[in-house]
């Protein structure tokens, strides 16, 4: 065992302050020189982390505190980024569990903490932001017990030590109750020394290493992190990687360690050794795959393989052919497509790929819409042009019966539109489980419903309650195939023709449902540019100008009032769109297309589809 080391994951429900209270701790042990100019929320380093608040990829970093070394992987608390979690939790021997002081547990709080017991780590609790006006923390702390008695939790993981903090401001103190201006956190960093366990293993035992996560850097080439269970890795010698495929007796793949880091602060150091317990970053094996094993050259012994939940959604990726392609983007062919799905399948451990008829499009499954959508618009974001689908559910057959996922919700809305949360899931074959009165006029409500009714249900509820409803959900199983689903009740208002988008066209389109364009833009045939108020498709021309003639009248020359357009996100795109529709994203537009441009085309497809063909 190596007494002065510990490996603790921070697990909690999206927002309750993880990566708040691994900002404090890094102050507390003056892991930043006092000169240094800090950004908050320094572990979340990735643009769309900072611009959605939310923790995607699991990351760590280490600070010591009387002479101990603690290790500190920050998880996402999303259910979309689940295969981060899981990864996370197989580097540590102990989780803080963070629970909102007047939230209480959290749907994610439920999925991380599973995660945890499954693993059997010991947590400790900390209640943060116990300085809220509607802080209850007595409470929250019954729904804490109640909560780990709900997972058949063994009675040595109840009897957790609990830690009430204000992670924003670095005071914890033991027990519930308000920090004092004088604490700071070395209440906390005492209890996890005492509590969690330093991690087991022998330094003289042939050498075992699972690799949990990969990187790359533009000097070493791909980066193996990971944890090592037994022996020793030194910088220099050759130590051999057992793939997927290895069987015992069969020839290892063998490789010299040309670099060997450990975490240091919130960065990497370099270090000469590392042994049992240790969290390890190295370079050298360019064939590393997440779930391999390091191990002795003389007695190689694979280590389990990491396993995450299944995908439950899909979606195709294919090469941007609309008219526009090629005006904003870097990369657009199919190669480059490819090449850049499969670096993320490198790293990122819940996405499937799969090839499909066309060596242009990719069908890329993964947890949930949201895990989705940051793959997407980190790809535009690099310069990627491509055409996405609408997500479908992946199915399975149990004893010949089709099943589908099933997503657990838990919606936090103002009592007055309980109403709305009900009428909207009822059709969406949605069951509310439990209601519940929760703060200051707002009400808790629990519900199960297909994944299938879920998509697109978080920007209607968010407009409803005019962004003030909180939702979270989360995978819950399978339910046998509930039927045809409602899907948007307008047909598309599609472009006849290319060219600039005139106010005067749109002053008659108007009339006839809602815009997604406005005077100025520039549409292809083919383009949705706006909702229809009836079921069926209408080709419009958006681009007509008005006739000059040399007849004027005073009320035809009036000022044209055009009603502001909704312009979709990503998000709201990917939501909105029937099958036979794609949405275009490229670096600066998203844009709504249907999936043949022209009218005869589109006749033609739809005439193939009925006959079955």
Same mark, same amino acid.
């Given at each position: 065992?190596?007494?002065?080391?510990?490996?603790?994951?921070?697990?909690?429900?999206?927002?309750?302050?993880?990566?708040?209270? !691994?900002?404090?701790?890094?102050?507390?042990?003056?892991?930043?020189? *006092?000169?240094?100019?800090?950004?908050?929320?320094?572990?979340?380093?990735?643009?769309?982390?900072?611009?959605?608040?939310?923790?995607?990829?699991?990351?760590?970093?280490? !600070?010591?505190?009387?002479?101990?070394?603690?290790?500190?992987?920050?998880?996402?608390?999303?259910?979309?980024?689940?295969?981060?979690?899981?990864?996370?939790?197989?580097?540590?021997?102990?989780?803080?569990?963070?629970?909102?002081?007047?939230?209480?547990?959290?749907?994610?709080?439920?999925?991380?903490?599973?995660?945890?017991?499954?693993?059997?780590?010991?947590?400790?609790?900390?209640?943060?932001?116990?300085?809220?006006?509607?802080?209850?923390?007595?409470?929250?702390?019954?729904?804490?017990?109640?909560? #780990?008695?709900?997972?058949?939790?063994?009675?040595?993981?109840?009897?957790? $030590?609990?830690?009430?903090?204000?992670?924003?401001?670095?005071?914890?103190?033991?027990?519930?109750?308000?920090?004092?201006?004088?604490?700071?956190?070395?209440?906390?960093?005492?209890?996890?020394?005492?509590?969690?366990?330093?991690?087991?293993?022998?330094?003289?035992?042939?050498?075992?290493?699972?690799?949990?996560?990969?990187?790359?850097?533009?000097?070493? %080439?791909?980066?193996?992190?990971?944890?090592?269970?037994?022996? !020793?890795?030194?910088?220099?010698?050759?130590?051999?990687?057992?793939?997927?495929?290895?069987?015992?007796?069969?020839?290892?793949?063998?490789?010299?360690?040309?670099?060997?880091?450990?975490?240091?602060?919130? %960065?990497?150091?370099?270090?000469?050794?590392?042994? *049992?317990?240790?969290?390890?970053?190295?370079?050298? #094996?360019?064939?590393?795959?997440?779930?391999?094993?390091?191990?002795?050259?003389?007695?190689?012994?694979?280590?389990?393989?990491?396993?995450?939940?299944?995908?439950?959604?899909?979606?195709?990726?294919?090469?941007?052919?609309?008219? #526009? *392609?090629?005006?904003?983007?870097?990369?657009?062919?199919?190669?480059?497509?490819?090449?850049?799905?499969?670096?993320?399948?490198?790293? +990122?451990?819940?996405?499937?790929?799969?090839?499909?008829?066309?060596?242009?499009?990719?069908?890329?499954?993964?947890?949930?819409?949201?895990?989705?959508?940051?793959?997407? $618009?980190?790809?535009?974001?690099?310069?990627?042009?491509?055409?996405?689908?609408?997500?479908?559910?992946?199915?399975?057959?149990? +004893?010949?019966?089709?099943?589908?996922?099933?997503?657990? %919700?838990?919606?936090?809305?103002?009592?007055?539109?309980?109403?709305?949360?009900?009428?909207?899931?009822?059709?969406?074959?949605?069951?509310?489980?439990?209601?519940?009165?929760?703060?200051?006029?707002?009400?808790?409500?629990?519900?199960?419903?297909?994944?299938?009714?879920?998509?697109?249900?978080?920007?209607?509820?968010?407009?409803?309650?005019?962004?003030? *409803?909180?939702?979270?959900?989360?995978?819950?199983?399978?339910?046998?195939?509930? %039927?045809?689903?409602?899907?948007?009740?307008?047909?598309?208002?599609?472009?006849?023709?290319?060219?600039?988008?005139?106010?005067?066209?749109?002053?008659?389109?108007?009339?006839?449902?809602?815009l997604f364009v406005q005077p100025g833009d520039e549409v292809y045939e083919g383009m949705v540019v706006g909702e229809n108020a009836r079921d069926d498709e209408m080709v419009v021309n958006a681009v007509r100008a008005k006739e000059?003639?040399?007849?004027?009248?005073?009320?035809?020359?009036?000022?044209?009032?055009?009603?502001?357009?909704?312009?979709?996100?990503?998000?709201?795109?990917?939501?909105?769109?029937?099958?036979?529709?794609?949405?275009?994203?490229?670096?600066?537009?998203?844009?709504?297309?249907?999936?043949?441009?022209?009218?005869?085309?589109?006749?033609?497809?739809?005439?193939?589809?009925?006959?079955?063909?």
């Amino acid at each position: 065992m190596s007494p002065q080391l510990r490996n603790v994951a921070l697990v909690a429900h999206v927002d309750h302050g993880k990566t708040t209270l !691994v900002d404090a701790l890094l102050r507390a042990t003056g892991t930043f020189a *006092a000169h240094q100019a800090v950004v908050d929320r320094v572990m979340d380093s990735n643009d769309q982390e900072r611009e959605r608040g939310i923790t995607i990829l699991a990351k760590a970093a280490s !600070v010591t505190w009387n002479g101990v070394k603690i290790n500190l992987v920050d998880t996402p608390g999303h259910a979309d980024f689940g295969g981060e979690v899981e990864r996370a939790l197989t580097m540590v021997d102990g989780v803080l569990l963070l629970v909102d002081a007047a939230e209480g547990p959290l749907p994610q709080t439920r999925y991380v903490l599973q995660k945890a017991l499954a693993r059997d780590l010991p947590a400790i609790v900390i209640i943060n932001k116990v300085d809220r006006q509607d802080a209850r923390a007595d409470e929250v702390l019954d729904e804490i017990y109640q909560l #780990f008695i709900d997972l058949d939790a063994g009675d040595h993981h109840i009897d957790f $030590e609990i830690i009430s903090a204000i992670a924003r401001e670095g005071r914890a103190v033991k027990g519930i109750g308000f920090p004092s201006e004088d604490d700071d956190l070395s209440v906390l960093l005492d209890t996890i020394i005492e509590k969690i366990p330093a991690p087991t293993g022998d330094p003289t035992a042939p050498l075992q290493a699972l690799v949990t996560n990969l990187d790359a850097s533009e000097y070493l %080439g791909r980066l193996a992190i990971g944890r090592i269970y037994n022996g !020793v890795l030194r910088r220099g010698e050759t130590v051999a990687l057992l793939e997927a495929e290895f069987a015992e007796g069969q020839p290892a793949l063998k490789r010299r360690l040309t670099q060997l880091m450990e975490f240091s602060g919130t %960065g990497r150091g370099e270090a000469e050794e590392l042994s *049992a317990g240790d969290l390890f970053v190295l370079a050298g #094996f360019p064939e590393v795959e997440i779930g391999d094993t390091l191990a002795a050259v003389d007695n190689p012994v694979a280590l389990e393989r990491l396993t995450v939940d299944e995908p439950v959604l899909r979606m195709s990726f294919g090469v941007n052919t609309s008219p #526009f *392609a090629g005006r904003d983007g870097k990369y657009l062919t199919s190669r480059h497509l490819i090449e850049r799905l499969n670096r993320e399948i490198l790293g +990122n451990v819940s996405i499937k790929l799969h090839p499909t008829d066309s060596a242009d499009v990719m069908e890329v499954a993964g947890r949930g819409e949201l895990q989705l959508a940051v793959l997407i $618009e980190s790809m535009r974001r690099e310069g990627y042009e491509l055409q996405v689908s609408r997500p479908e559910v992946i199915t399975k057959d149990v +004893n010949g019966k089709r099943f589908e996922p099933l997503e657990r %919700g838990v919606c936090d809305v103002p009592d007055e539109h309980v109403g709305t949360v009900t009428q909207e899931l009822a059709p969406r074959k949605g069951k509310i489980t439990d209601l519940r009165p929760g703060d200051a006029g707002r009400t808790i409500v629990t519900f199960e419903c297909p994944s299938r009714g879920l998509i697109g249900f978080r920007s209607l509820l968010l407009t409803a309650t005019r962004g003030t *409803a909180l939702l979270h959900q989360h995978h819950a199983g399978w339910t046998p195939w509930a %039927g045809e689903l409602p899907h948007r009740t307008g047909g598309a208002m599609v472009a006849d023709r290319q060219g600039m988008v005139t106010a005067y066209a749109l002053d008659n389109l108007q009339q006839r449902g809602e815009l997604f364009v406005q005077p100025g833009d520039e549409v292809y045939e083919g383009m949705v540019v706006g909702e229809n108020a009836r079921d069926d498709e209408m080709v419009v021309n958006a681009v007509r100008a008005k006739e000059k003639t040399n007849i004027r009248t005073h009320s035809h020359d009036d000022g044209v009032k055009l009603a502001a357009p909704k312009i979709h996100t990503l998000e709201t795109a990917i939501e909105w769109i029937a099958d036979d529709e794609l949405v275009e994203v490229t670096p600066k537009a998203i844009r709504i297309r249907k999936r043949h441009l022209g009218l005869e085309d589109r006749r033609k497809a739809f005439k193939q589809q009925k006959s079955g063909g």
